[in-house]
Nanobody, 127 residues
Framework: QLQLVESGGGLVQPGGSLRLSCAASGFTLDNYAIGWFRQAPGKEREGVSCISGSGGSTNYADSVKGRFTISKDNAKNTVYLQMNSLKPEDTAIYYC????????????????????WGQGTQVTVSS
């Protein structure tokens, strides 16, 4: 059974950091682009960051550039999202997704892919 499980969310103060994890089971991430997406209440889902199967290509939304870093550990079949300098506007449910496509296609047009999705993890940035 193909599955993605996110973890690492929580409540953090503005300026703080969190590291999200996306663990895959039932398939290996080497041949999949992996992306992190988020959806805040009343807003559309947006692509946050994506990484290629090899890890050699990444994509970031302008709103998180310089603050978030995506990485992957193929040995652990896990992708991470290190989030620093968090802002209240980063508050959302964060989802990871995997698809056999390019980094840009996954991040910008995920609905065009047959992506696998995780169940999401809540990130709340508040004082």
């Amino acid at each position: 059974q193909l599955q993605l499980v996110e973890s690492g969310g929580g409540l953090v103060q503005p300026g703080g950091s969190l590291r999200l994890s996306c663990a895959a089971s039932g398939f290996t991430l080497d041949n999949y682009a992996i992306g992190w997406f988020r959806q805040a209440p009343g807003k559309e889902r947006e692509g946050v960051s994506c990484i290629s199967g090899s890890g050699g290509s990444t994509n970031y939304a302008d709103s998180v550039k310089g603050r978030f870093t995506i990485s992957k550990d193929n040995a652990k079949n896990t992708v991470y999202l290190q989030m620093n300098s968090l802002k209240p506007e980063d508050t959302a449910i964060y989802y990871c997704a995997a698809a056999r496509t390019t980094v840009r296609t996954l991040c910008v047009m995920p609905t065009l892919t047959s992506a696998y999705w995780g169940q999401g993890t809540q990130v709340t940035v508040s004082s």
